[in-house]
């Protein structure tokens, strides 16, 4: 049986994959330490699991609106509301399965062949071929990391061509945790007006920033932004409900009825327990939520510092998101590589730690690690590398 073109031309989420590996290595009885998944390892907080349990009980197993459950959107507008001020209605929402799921049904509801979408560099691994599966071409900035891996409206303006439909924005940032100002957003926001530029905002990192750093959505910055804004978001990393799958869009009402009306051919609806489950998210306490945003932060600082010691790591100190996002070019040189990704292979098979190759993320000299673990793990983890390290300079 062949295999249509369109997915065979898809490069595989290398966040899963190296994943995967790690953990078939672990089920082989290898004593593997992976750094690689994107999901926190809290459970979900007690009472969404409650609300969960419950609507099952009173028989909440049925089919929902494709669009979400009117009760679900007016959760997620009053969290617009108080947290960032934003005013929008029931129809100008859609739930979806995840947020990845979200953009998926954004760009097949907005894209045509050709269209040409910019993706910042370094990206989150499904960006570009989300993109290619709609019929669009991704066009690469590269995020200097002089810049903090952030674009410049410079570099959007020379990108822009007749072609160009969307601009993805991630701030937080996955795989470097690095935010966008609000002056840095309002100067982008004015390339992508005077283009008109659909703005694809994925801000599913917004809860998690550290230190001094605060999220801002470029949606809430003016009127006119808002209109040209596609907001991505959900409760998987805010909540550590990455398995119920539960993500929506804001923005457009006439792009929201579009993939409203294509969902409605796909998945029907989101899962009708895991959107109770959202409710209870939004509604309920928040002190669970903070709990994990410190334990992050605290556990940032320490693996950080550890991690940057390494000889031939250099890494800008990310303000948001549960990833570190090092230069390791040195390291690999230092250690006999000739790129990072052999690097980063010889790290798993070797020191048995699982880490995410940059390449995936448009940046080869790069690796991602995940600090979504214990303090344990991740002091166990930085001692391995440092070894790895040590021993093969000395050799």
């Known amino acids: ?8 031309a898809l490069t595989p989420s290398s966040t899963l994959e190296i994943t995967a590996k790690a953990k078939a290595l672990k089920a082989a009885g290898h004593d593997v330490i992976g750094l690689g998944a994107g999901e926190p390892d809290f459970n979900t907080p007690e009472h969404i699991i ?19 459950l009117p009760e679900l959107k007016k959760s997620i507008i009053r969290k617009f509301k108080d947290d960032q001020g934003l005013d929008y209605s029931s129809d100008e929402i859609i739930v979806c399965s995840g947020a990845k799921h979200a953009l998926y049904t954004l760009f ?27 019929g669009g071409i991704p066009i690469y900035i590269e995020g200097k990391e ?59 990192y917004e809860k998690l920033t550290y230190g001094q750093a605060k999220h801002v959505s470029i949606a809430e910055i003016s009127d006119e932004l808002k209109k040209q804004t596609m907001i991505i978001n959900g409760v998987s990393k805010s909540h550590s409900m990455t398995g119920w799958r539960i ?65 031939g790591f250099t890494c800008i100190k990310p303000e948001g998101a549960f990833y570190v996002f090092p230069n390791v070019k040195e ?17 798993l098979e070797e020191a048995n730690v699982a880490v995410v190759p940059g390449s995936g993320f448009g940046s080869p000299d790069n690796i991602r690690l995940s600090y979504a673990t214990s303090p344990d793990i991740l002091d166990e983890a930085v001692e391995r590398i440092a070894r790895f390290v040590k021993a093969r300079v000395h050799n």
């Open 108 to 134: 097949q509801a907005t894209l045509n062949e050709n269209d040409e979408v910019i993706i910042p560099t370094p990206f989150w691994v499904s960006y570009p071929e989300q993109v290619k599966l709609a």
């Open 331 to 347: 390291a690999a040189k230092l250690t006999g590589f000739t790129s990072v990704d052999d690097f980063a292979k010889a790290l």
């Open 146 to 204: 002089e810049n903090s891996f952030k674009i410049t409206p410079e570099q959007i303006e020379a990108s822009v061509s007749g072609n160009t439909k969307a601009i993805i924005v991630n701030s937080p940032s996955n795989p470097t945790g690095v935010l966008y100002t609000e002056e840095e957003l309002k100067a982008i926001g004015e390339v992508c007006i005077k283009h008109d530029l659909l703005i694809v905002s994925d801000e599913i």
């Open 247 to 311: 993500g929506y869009a804001a923005g457009n009402v006439q792009i929201i009825k579009a993939m409203t009306n294509l969902a409605s051919h796909s998945t029907s609806n989101p899962t009708t327990v895991s959107q109770y489950a959202a409710i209870a998210a939004y509604n309920g306490p928040q002190e669970p939520l903070e709990k994990m945003r410190a334990a992050f932060e605290e556990r940032l600082n320490s693996f950080y510092e550890k991690l940057t010691a390494i000889q």
């Open 1 to 8: 049986m062949q295999i249509s073109k369109r997915v065979s």
């Open 50 to 68: 409650e609300a969960a349990y419950k609507s099952l009980v009173e028989g909440h197993t049925k089919y929902t609106p494709s669009g979400g």
